[in-house]
């Protein structure tokens, strides 16, 4: 296991569409431990999720915590291989959301509140389930990356766009408080 590098914004590899992993090399050495070392980085560097992209591999597979529960105990570690999502409604939610690869900043985006999720798991067994609230929002945003797409790309007030520092200083409770 090791902790891989994440790389940043600017980086081409964030803007390049992903290749699927083809289903017969889910289960082989090199995608195992790409998945191990994945979830260690995630940890270490206390996300919620990431996708390949990040550490530089051109692969539509993400790991995320699942649950988002106040009691960490509670959240699970999911992977998803060649997700697809879609919306299941046109109402919206806005989460200040941040980035690993987008280090010390965060945006607010508006996103579908209800998505349907189609992908593999880490074994090649196909799920699907229906993702509401902040989950939604979490998984809309590595899929992204795996897309070439960012989240400042859905910023859509530059206002709305602030360091870590000053969002917690000014920004993070009215908008948070509103939105339960
Ligand atoms: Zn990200």
């Not at 964030?14 to 889910?26: H, M, S």
């Not at 597979?61 to 570690?77: C, H």
Request: net charge negative; aromatic share 8%.
């Amino acid at each position: 296991m090791a902790v891989l590098k994440i790389v940043s914004m600017g980086h081409p590899v964030l803007r390049q569409v992903a290749d699927p992993i083809p289903l017969k090399d889910i289960q082989s050495d090199e995608i195992q431990n790409l998945i191990e070392d994945m979830v260690e980085t995630m940890f270490d560097y206390n996300g919620l999720g990431l996708a390949a992209p990040q550490i530089d591999v051109s692969l539509q597979l993400v790991v995320m915590l699942w649950g988002f529960d106040e009691n960490p105990e509670n959240n699970r570690v999911r992977v998803l291989i060649n997700p697809e999502i879609s919306p299941e409604t046109e109402e919206e939610s806005k989460f200040w959301e941040g980035c690993l690869s987008v280090p010390g900043m965060r945006g607010l985006v508006s996103r579908p509140n209800k998505i349907h999720l189609k992908a593999y798991d880490q074994a090649g067994k196909a799920f699907e389930e229906h993702i509401s609230g902040f989950a939604a929002t979490v998984v809309q945003h590595e899929c992204d990356h795996l897309h070439g797409k960012l989240y400042v790309d859905r910023i859509s007030d530059m206002r709305n766009f602030a360091y870590e520092q000053e969002y917690q200083r000014y920004l993070a409770h009215p908008p948070e408080k509103e939105k339960k």
